[in-house]
Structures are given as structure tokens and as C-alpha cells.
């Protein structure tokens, strides 16, 4: 066996005892045992497996804990965000509601083109969410609708329903009152689950459940728009109700017969010239005091 | 091949077997690579972090070569190739009674020599040699340590034994 094999085992601690003399016999065996003596000192740290895993393992726990730690925080903004979308998405399905006090008038957009003149007193709400689906609108009081073309608009109220097929219309109701006037283009009404059309100029009254035919209509939009309410051949006790609406006031009617039908009109900006107009033709007087007026029948 | 019986190493009595295992094989493998400045002990307990984080993908075969393949990844990160300097220990192994102090000198030399020496052996040669003479391993240990031919371990440690002898003379 040559010198170099020898080495070669007794690196590998493989040489058995006749091969150990011969490697012991070798010329550089001393110097391959100090080398190898001396190496010993070369030795790696010493290296603690138990006390190395139990650290292995604190810091896999601590990670673990950060993980959570980041985990909470979010879940709070998650939290936070879902409450603000909840809160959003309630508010914009919510319906747009606007409504008129006393001696107040106001127009509003409606979300397209359309819009909406509220007399005294009225309210009227819609949704703008379902807008595209469906136009509707729901009303109590007195209203002007321009309409913008579009699919067919809806206008709710507690007496029927009116339904759109153009563009100009003003629909009141009132208590016992219900009355719809067509100024341009052509209107459905729903009474009674009956529906009547209505052409330019036509116009449909209801009161105290009774249908009342009225002339035709030849103003291009209701005389309210212009600061001024008309009656034709309606009973006093309406007149003396728009005009409670229009002045915030309470009318109390002496010796007067307010079934009897009036024909006239009152300003909404002057109290005194309104009252002379309504109390002028039948005849009668009247005295203010405080937000009570008494008309009185001659 | 025989059924596996774990699927992956995410229990934690399979996960301390695993590093009982190769822990201290790992470090020490590091040490020689690499010497004592990059920490070896920092890495090999990294390297187990992240086989922990990735224990549903490992089958406990690919543990291993797993830690062995990050902690030397991790090591490469940093290692700039500096000169590896083997740290020598003040323990030194008490083999003769006549320590009179020109012994003493000639040994602290011969120790500067033979650490320089193993400076410029390979990171392949010292690894596989420090391993075989200081850890005593046999050479078909270290081929499966390293995952190369036991041929090759011998190849490489009698290359680094011839080098060192060699430098030794010289220095």
C-alpha cells in the first residue's frame, strides 16, 4: 500500500492495525499528528443544540405574536371602513326629501334635466339612486313639474297617481282636493285605478270625491309661479286654504258660506291687497289681529 | 421510496427533531465555511425561522437541504469575500509536560502558520476538512452533509491536507 493511500485512510479513520504500523513507519507521521494535534485548537464554537432550539422556538412565538399584532390594527380599520361604506350606501339609497314651509316656494333639479316647483306647504321626496330605473316622485301639496324627455315619470300622491308622458304639468292635492292641470305635452292621471289623459289646456278636479269639469286652461303655467293664486268657480273654503298657506295665518269665516264658489285671484306678496280681492266680491270684511284673520259677511 | 408519514413539518416536536438533527451539523458546516465573523450561530437559527415559515411546503426529507441551502444564502449575502480567519482556541490541548518557553514560542508560531494556512485553503477544501479532522467525521458523513460524491470529500480533503503542509513549510 502506497504513502499516499495510507494518509488517505487514516483521514478517513479507517486504517486497520497492520496498516496503522506502516502508516506510523511513514517519514512524516510526526508532522501529520502535530498538524492534526494543532488543528484540534481550530475547533468550532461550542455549539448548545438544545439551548439553540429553545431560542429556535421563542423567536418563532414572538414572531407569531407580531403577526397578530398587525392583524388587530387592521381588523380595526377594516371595521371602520365597513361602518363608513354601511353609513354611505344607506345615505345615498336614502330618499331626497324637501319640503316647504309656510309662505314658501322653491324650485329644485331633479337628477336629470327635470325640475320641480314646490308651492307653500308641500313636500315631495324621490330617490336619486333609483332615478335611472324609475322616475317617481312622491308629493303632498302643490307642485309644477317640468319634465325632461326620458322614460315615463311618475308623480305619487295619497288621492292617484300621475303619470308623464310630456313635459309641463301642475299637480295639487290638497285635503279633499286633488286637481291636475296639462300645460304642455300629456298627462295621465290615476283616480280610482281610471286613468284619464290629459291634453294641453285639460285639466282634472276632484273635490270632496266628485270629478268637477273645468274650463280649458289657456295660461302656459300656473298663476302660483307668478306670485298670485286664481280660482275659477271653486268653494270659498279652498280660496280661504291657499291663502292660509300662502300667509301663515289662521282665517276664521263669520256669516260666510264657504261651500259657495268664488272665481278671482289673491297676491302671495301683499296681504292687504289679498285680502280685499277675496273679500271684495262677496261682499265681506275683514280684521287682523296678531296671525288671526276674521272675515265677516255683510 | 416509502409512504411519508408527515406531510410537512408544521408540528413543533417534528420541527425540534428536525433541528436536534442538523442543527449542530449546519453550524458547525458555517463555521468552517465562513469562520466566526458572520455569526454562524445568527444563521442557522434564521435559517430554521424560515423553514418554520415555510413548513407546509417542506416534506421533512427537504428540511435539510432546506436550512443548509438558506443558511449558506444568507452567509453569501453578507460575506463580502473577505479572508476567512479560523478562530483559535485558548484551550490548547495539553500534549506535552515540557512546556518550557521556546516550546511555547514554537507552538504559538506553528498555530499563526497553520491559521493562515487554513485562510488560504478553498471555502470547498476547509470546509470538508475541518469537518473530517476536528468533528471526526468520516468521509461518506460529509458527502451526505454536503451532498456531493464521497470520491469528491476525499479529493477535497487530501487537496487541503497537501496545501497546508505545503503553505506550512513556507510560511
Known amino acids: 500500500m502506497n504513502r499516499e493511500e495510507l494518509i488517505s485512510k487514516w483521514l478517513d479513520n479507517n486504517l486497520n492495525n497492520q496498516e496503522f504500523k506502516a502508516f506510523k513507519n511513514l517519514e512524516d507521521y510526526d508532522e501529520l499528528v502535530k498538524l492534526n494535534n494543532n488543528l484540534q485548537a481550530f475547533k468550532a464554537d461550542n455549539y448548545d443544540t438544545s439551548k439553540e432550539l429553545e431560542n429556535v422556538l421563542s423567536a418563532i412565538k414572538s414572531k407569531k405574536q407580531t403577526s397578530t399584532q398587525w392583524f388587530k390594527p387592521l381588523m380595526r380599520v377594516a371595521a371602520i371602513l365597513a361602518v363608513c361604506f354601511g353609513l354611505y350606501y344607506y345615505t345615498t339609497t336614502l330618499d331626497t326629501k324637501i319640503s316647504t314651509e309656510y309662505a314658501q316656494k322653491t324650485t329644485i333639479e331633479l337628477p336629470d334635466a327635470s325640475s320641480v316647483s314646490l308651492n307653500a306647504k308641500t313636500y315631495l321626496a324621490f330617490n336619486k339612486k333609483d332615478w335611472k330605473h324609475e322616475r317617481e316622485v312622491e308629493l303632498y301639496g302643490e307642485a309644477f313639474f317640468k319634465v325632461a324627455k326620458g322614460s315615463s315619470f311618475k308623480v305619487k300622491t295619497t288621492s292617484g297617481i300621475v303619470t308623464v308622458y310630456g313635459t309641463q304639468f301642475n299637480v295639487k292635492q290638497r285635503d279633499n282636493y286633488f286637481e291636475v292641470i296639462c300645460y304642455e305635452g300629456l298627462v295621465g292621471v290615476t283616480y280610482n285605478s281610471q286613468e284619464t289623459k290629459l291634453k294641453p289646456g285639460d285639466s282634472f278636479l276632484i273635490i270632496d270625491g266628485k270629478t268637477i269639469a273645468k274650463e280649458k286652461e289657456n295660461r302656459i303655467m300656473p298663476s302660483w309661479l307668478n306670485n298670485a293664486s286664481t280660482f275659477i268657480s271653486l268653494p270659498y273654503k279652498t280660496v280661504i286654504a291657499e291663502f292660509e298657506r300662502q300667509y301663515n295665518v289662521e282665517v276664521n269665516l263669520i256669516d260666510i258660506d264657504s261651500e259657495q264658489l268664488f272665481t278671482g285671484s289673491f297676491a302671495h306678496d301683499n296681504i292687504d291687497v289679498a285680502l280685499k280681492a277675496i273679500t271684495l266680491p262677496l261682499p265681506a270684511k275683514y280684521s287682523k289681529s296678531n296671525n288671526t284673520i276674521t272675515l265677516k259677511g255683510e | ?171
Open chain 2, 1 to 171: 421510496m416509502g409512504k411519508q408519514l408527515h406531510e410537512n413539518i408544521c408540528e413543533e416536536h417534528l420541527f425540534s427533531s428536525i433541528f436536534n438533527k442538523h442543527a449542530k451539523d449546519l453550524h458547525n458546516f458555517l463555521y468552517y465555511k465562513f469562520g466566526n465573523l458572520l455569526n454562524p450561530k445568527d444563521k442557522v437559527q434564521e435559517a430554521f425561522i424560515k423553514l418554520w415559515e415555510n413548513c407546509a411546503k417542506i416534506s421533512p426529507e427537504k428540511a435539510k437541504s432546506f436550512v443548509f441551502t438558506t443558511a449558506n444564502n444568507l452567509m453569501l449575502n453578507e460575506v463580502a469575500h473577505q479572508k476567512v480567519v479560523l478562530k483559535h482556541q485558548q484551550t490548547k490541548p495539553k500534549m506535552s509536560t515540557n512546556e518550557n518557553p521556546e516550546f511555547l514560542m514554537q507552538e504559538s508560531e506553528y498555530n499563526d502558520k497553520l491559521q493562515k494556512a487554513l485562510s488560504n485553503l478553498t471555502e470547498a477544501q476547509r470546509e470538508a476538512f475541518m469537518m473530517n479532522r476536528v468533528e471526526g467525521k468520516r468521509f461518506k458523513e460529509i458527502a451526505e452533509t454536503l451532498g456531493i460524491s464521497t470520491k469528491a470529500v476525499e479529493k477535497r480533503i487530501y487537496g487541503a491536507l497537501a496545501k497546508l503542509r505545503k503553505d506550512i513549510k513556507e510560511l
